[in-house]
């Protein structure tokens, strides 16, 4: 079955470097991979969409790479501020249209 | 970028009642919404889709005469969750894709916290 790894433990990262989190799947090839905020109590937000012929896509301070090969999906926050602590969700394009199959996500926190 | 509303924010009900979720999609038509239900620290779980003049088409396991899905217009599409009870207690999300025929980008709701007790 198809599954998506997301680290589950909270990633405690100091105010001013990068962050890195990592979405991992298997037994799946996706078309592309999305990126979503989310912060406690809210509906998450979209932040990028990266497609398998793409490897690396970047949005101001966010940067994503995807490796079809590792079945890994890396993200990136630079110069990271304590407002950028939130949980960050990956999901993946299915099979059918419409489909998004999600990870459970992984809590950033950023000290100041 | 493209607003998506939910209604209510916060509902406690009792045990045995029904509750209705509105979605809006604010500033663009939406033929298909998803709606999806989350547990503490889980990931977002698909239950249905919703779809404009048309029967939803519900996830394996999601009962569709208790989680009742009405899609009446272009900007609404309404969740009942039906005969409610604690283990129903989740935080209900609505999404829509504002490109008809593409997920490249859902925009998401603000979510329900539904509380049965």
């Known amino acids: 079955s198809q599954k998506i790894e997301q680290n589950s433990e909270a990633l405690n990262i100091q105010e001013g470097k990068t962050a890195t989190l990592t979405c991992n799947y298997t037994?799946?090839?996706?078309?592309?991979l999305q990126w979503y905020r989310q912060d406690p109590g809210r509906g998450p937000v979209f932040l990028l969409l990266?497609?398998?012929n793409e490897k690396e896509k970047r949005k101001e301070r966010l940067k994503v790479t995807f490796d079809t090969t590792l079945k890994q999906s890396l993200f990136h926050i630079t110069a990271s501020q304590p407002a950028d602590s939130a949980t960050y969700l990956c999901?993946?394009?299915?099979?059918?249209?419409?489909?998004?199959?999600w990870g459970a996500g992984t809590k950033l926190i950023i000290k100041p | 970028g493209a607003v998506v509303s939910q209604h209510p924010s916060r509902v406690i009900c009792k045990s045995g009642t029904s509750v209705k979720i509105e979605c809006r999609s604010l500033?663009?038509?939406?033929?298909?919404m998803f709606w999806y239900r989350q547990f503490p620290k889980q990931s977002l779980m698909l239950m249905a889709t919703?779809?404009?003049?048309?029967?939803?088409?519900?996830e394996q396991g999601v009962e569709k005469d208790k989680f009742l899905i009405n899609h009446a217009s272009l900007t609404l599409s309404t969740l009942t969750v039906t005969s409610a009870h604690p283990e129903d207690s989740s935080f209900y999300i609505c999404?829509?894709?504002?490109?008809?025929?593409?997920?490249?980008?859902?925009?998401f709701g603000p979510g329900t916290r539904l509380t049965v007790l």
């Open positions: 999404s829509a894709p504002p490109v008809r025929g593409s997920t490249d980008t859902q925009y």
């Open positions: 500033d663009f038509q939406a033929t298909t």
């Open positions: 919703s779809n404009e003049g048309s029967k939803a088409t519900y």
């Open positions: 037994n799946y090839s996706p078309a592309y």
């Open positions: 990266i497609r398998e």
């Open positions: 999901a993946l394009a299915g099979d059918s249209n419409y489909q998004l199959i």
